[in-house]
């Protein structure tokens, strides 16, 4: 009877057991393609991550702090992306040949996330998948790959989460796992995985002294896989995550509708086009060498052009006086002032000699 019970627990129990195996091998030669080296400098300033590429246009998701100048908090003057070759030897002639440019559009350093794209993408990028976290708890296995300080490059740690916490550090938004999963710096940025090879996480910090200096070990964290999609969302980058199924469903966040402003309501005015005045008009001034000068008398000699009424209205009272008057016709500075007072003004008419010299202080064409 004892024999017959241990063969029923081991039929059911067998197969829990097999679904949650990591096999690292798979995992590491399914999603390390899709692992970034990223460096950053300015000057004698630089910086060195990893990052995940997560959309074929060769969008990136890593840490604020891998691309962020400290010194101006600031992207980077120049920022590059490496991809996996082949095979990593640990010769920099080899593991960082295929270099590329790159730049970053979005960064947060309160949620220490950042969004980076590669310049000029090679065809056929191998693209991360990313998870659905909400119903990952304690006790999961983990992978995590990356280039940790003085380790080869492209390397792969195992382990578990050991817990969750939200709005981490008071942060609202930022979620994260804790997990003994082992990450170095050089591992910023890069990509936390679950059985399956997804993206769950993006590792952020790591926890090695307290504050008395006694040392620490095992308390490292990582950015959750939905509180990165949300944040991304937020700021207008949407990405596939793939739900429990292994079915990707596109993100969406909702945005605020924003307050229309009332338009004013008016009628719309009757469209009248300017229309251009010509008169003929000619004026005589004193001149020095007349022996008896005109003092003070206008005579209407020539021509000026008033372009609207608009314009008509802007010139001074004598200049208005004159352009309604007819060739001809000869007025004083007296008849201008009673031209202010009274709508009618008395004109006097002269016959008109020839007169060739030009006017000082007029030109042909005078535009009112």
Do not use: C
Request: charged share 25%.
């Amino acid at each position: 009877m004892k024999k017959i019970i241990f063969l029923v627990v081991l039929i059911f129990t067998t197969p829990l057991f097999a679904q949650i195996q990591m096999n690292y091998k798979e995992i590491y030669k399914h999603s390390a393609p899709s692992v970034v080296l990223l460096f950053g400098v300015s000057g004698k300033v630089g910086s060195s991550g990893t990052g995940s590429i997560i959309k074929e246009d060769g969008t990136i998701i890593t840490n604020a702090h891998v691309v962020i100048n400290p010194a101006n908090h600031k992207p980077f003057d120049a920022l590059y992306a490496f991809l996996k070759p082949k095979r990593v030897n640990g010769k920099n002639a080899n593991d960082l040949k295929h270099r590329y440019k790159a730049h970053v559009l979005k960064f947060d350093e309160a949620m220490d996330l950042a969004v980076v794209k590669i310049e000029n993408p090679p065809a056929d990028l191998p693209v991360m998948v990313v998870a659905d976290t909400s119903e990952i708890t304690p006790g999961e296995p983990t992978v995590a790959i990356g280039h940790p300080e003085q380790g080869s490059r492209w390397s792969l740690t195992t382990g578990a989460i050991s817990s969750q916490i939200d709005d981490f550090n008071g942060i609202k938004g930022k979620h994260v796992f804790q997990m003994e999963t082992a990450v170095n710096r050089g591992n910023s940025g890069g990509p936390l995985l679950d059985y399956r090879g997804y993206l769950i996480g993006v590792n952020s910090m790591i926890a090695r002294e307290s504050k008395d200096g006694l040392a620490i070990v095992g308390i490292n964290f990582a950015i959750k896989a939905d509180a990165v999609v949300d944040w991304m969302a937020r700021n207008g980058f949407y990405i596939s995550i793939a739900n429990n199924s292994g079915q990707e469903v596109e993100t969406y966040v909702e945005q605020p509708k924003m307050a229309q402003k009332a338009e004013p309501q008016y009628k719309p005015q009757p469209h009248h086009p300017k229309k251009e005045v010509k008169m003929e008009v000619r004026v005589e001034k004193p001149h020095q060498e007349r022996t008896q000068p005109i003092s003070n008398k206008v005579v209407i000699k020539r021509r000026i052009r008033v372009k609207s009424k608009r314009h008509y209205k802007k010139r001074p009272k004598k200049a208005r006086v004159i352009a309604k008057s007819k060739p001809g016709q000869i007025f004083s500075e007296k008849d201008v002032v009673k031209q202010r007072k009274r709508k009618a003004i008395n004109r006097m008419h002269d016959k008109l000699g020839d007169w060739d010299e030009e006017v000082p202080g007029f030109e042909d064409n005078d535009t009112f």
